[in-house]
């Protein structure tokens, strides 16, 4: 396994075209913006170096028999979908931000299965090549961006009845030793904190649309592969003196858009093509781990919660009934959500190809928990925190020699806090809400692994209404036991 220092100096190796702010990043690592989202996926390295969270952040891979670090494994027990849900949240609680990694992931452990079944029906040999993919991967401790969002153009319409084509990723000619790719994916999590780039469809398919139907693995500085750093609320605080005013002075995230401007592709690297048959399944098995992953939301909750309780002490409220009770309820939501990526886990299955995949209606149940709690728990933050967390002058006030003497008086709450410290925390409560962090913690709460939509329509496909309306019957005597 690659220590976070390995990490790092490989991806100083890569050769990314990246753009920001209309400018080429020459020095994608050491970029203020996007250096402390490199940060964060070096966490998921530095962790399962730690003797504490080595069960948690290794497993032995089922390929070689190695030790490797869980990003890179295929669940082979419940018990490895448990540890998967609590890695999860054991991240989001260390850099209370998005750590980018589990994306790739579970695009990895839907694709053992996806190409398995692919083979059993049309006989071809995606499983091998996924499975010699996932050896280079394991062995070198890489990390996958997991890319299945495409910008979808016009919504009401298929990607073949698109006016412009390219607005789903598609294969534009074929070549005896491969094939060449043109379209692009949007708001690519950890993007160029990423050795490899694993392309899914993004929707189901029909026969019309099997150039679509296309799933294949690239190193992310391929030929013709371009990435526009999206950006995030308050990025540009990165830039700023001093570190009050980020929120979190150590890690962040990032998403991209990923453009693929005729791209080739070796056969090796391609795990789907034109099998339009199986997009769905894809999509769905993908769809169904990362909404497990969600457990991460637990873990950045965690750091919401005790920032909120501390700006409470900071405050002198912390004894107002209203705001244990409050606390409470951030508690409770976020434990709720956390139960929800524990029992998709917990009640998993073996599939096929030997891969463990979640429950989905409760994976499905958990994800759509996600859209709404971390809203209410940052409402409820908020609310403590009080309005000074969005009328706070900046760090520059703070050290001023005319005004800074005001900042610290007229801020301070509680007399045995220092003022700074009240500042620092109300800073990272604004991050997590409104700032950088609240990309990861609500919008993608809101939108990653699927829209709120995309999860009911699961969630009303998976319950059996039939056999709760059965039961109903029976208990008011409308149909009898030996019926
Ligand atoms: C912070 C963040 C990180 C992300 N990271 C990744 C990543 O790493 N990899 C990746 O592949 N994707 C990623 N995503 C993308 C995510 O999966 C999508 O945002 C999500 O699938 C919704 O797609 P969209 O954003 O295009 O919204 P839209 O699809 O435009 O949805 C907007 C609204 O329109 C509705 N809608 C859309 N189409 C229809 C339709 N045909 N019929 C009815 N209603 C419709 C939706 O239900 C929703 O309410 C990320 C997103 C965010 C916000």
């Known amino acids: 396994m690659k220590t976070a220092a390995e990490y790092e ?27 402390p989202s490199m940060n964060a996926v070096a966490a998921t390295y530095d962790c399962a170096h730690k003797p504490e969270y080595e069960d948690l952040m290794t497993a032995t891979s089922h390929i070689t028999g190695k030790k490797i670090n869980r990003f890179t494994h295929i669940h082979q027990s419940t018990e490895d979908l448990v540890k998967k849900t609590k890695m999860c949240r054991l991240l989001g609680s260390i850099t209370g931000c998005c750590f980018q990694r589990c994306v790739g992931m579970d695009a990895m ?40 969002t495409d910008p979808k153009g016009d919504r009401s319409l298929p990607p073949h009845k698109q006016p412009d084509p390219d607005m789903f990723l598609h294969v534009v000619e074929e ?30 398919m029909r026969e019309e649309d099997k150039d679509y139907a296309i799933s294949f693995a690239l190193p992310s500085d391929a030929e013709g592969i371009t990435y526009i750093m999206g950006r995030q609320s308050c990025d540009t605080r990165k830039l700023e003196n001093g570190n009050i005013d980020r929120g979190n002075v150590l890690y962040g995230g ?43 939301k637990a873990g950045v909750g965690d750091v919401l919660i005790g920032a909120t309780q501390t700006i409470a002490e900071f405050n002198g409220a912390q004894k107002a009934s209203h705001v244990k009770d409050k606390i409470i309820e951030m508690n409770h939501l976020n434990e709720t959500l956390f139960c929800g990526s524990v029992a998709c886990a917990a009640e998993g299955h073996k599939e096929k190809s030997g891969t463990f995949l979640v ?115 029976r208990l008011c005597g409308i149909t009898k036991d030996d019926e």
């Open 9 to 35: 100096a490989s991806l100083r190796e890569l050769n990314l075209n990246v753009y920001q702010f209309g400018k080429k990043v020459e020095n994608v690592v050491d970029d203020p913006i996007i250096r």
């Open 109 to 148: 452990n839907a694709l053992s299965m996806t190409t398995f079944d692919i083979d059993a029906k049309y006989g071809t040999e995606y499983n091998k090549r996924f499975l010699a993919y996932l050896e280079f991967v394991q062995e070198n401790d890489l990390v996958c961006d997991g890319a299945m």
């Open 175 to 204: 070549r005896e030793d491969g094939i060449v790719v043109r379209g692009a994916k949007a708001h690519q999590t950890g993007a160029v904190n990423s050795h490899e780039i694993i392309i899914m469809p993004t929707i189901s």
């Open 254 to 296: 990032h998403e991209a858009l990923v453009v693929f401007e005729d791209v080739f592709v070796p056969w090796d690297r391609l795990f789907m093509y034109k099998e339009w048959d199986f997009a769905g399944q894809l999509v769905e098995q993908f769809a169904s781990y990362h909404r497990q992953s969600y457990a991460c």
């Open 359 to 473: 429950n989905t209606l409760l994976a499905n149940v958990c994800k759509q928990n996600v859209t709404r709690f971390p809203y209410e728990i940052s409402r409820l933050a908020q609310d403590i925190a009080g309005g000074l967390m969005v009328t706070l002058p900046s760090e520059d006030d703070y050290r001023s020699p005319e005004v800074g003497k005001w900042v610290k008086k007229y801020f301070k709450g509680n007399d045995e806090v220092d003022t700074e410290d009240r500042m620092r925390m109300l800073r990272l409560i604004e991050n997590l809400t409104l700032g950088t962090a609240a990309v990861g913690y609500l919008t993608e709460s809101m939108h990653g692994a699927g829209s709120p939509q995309a999860q009911r329509i699961m969630i009303s496909r998976q319950v059996n209404l039939k056999e709760k309306q059965k039961v109903a019957k």
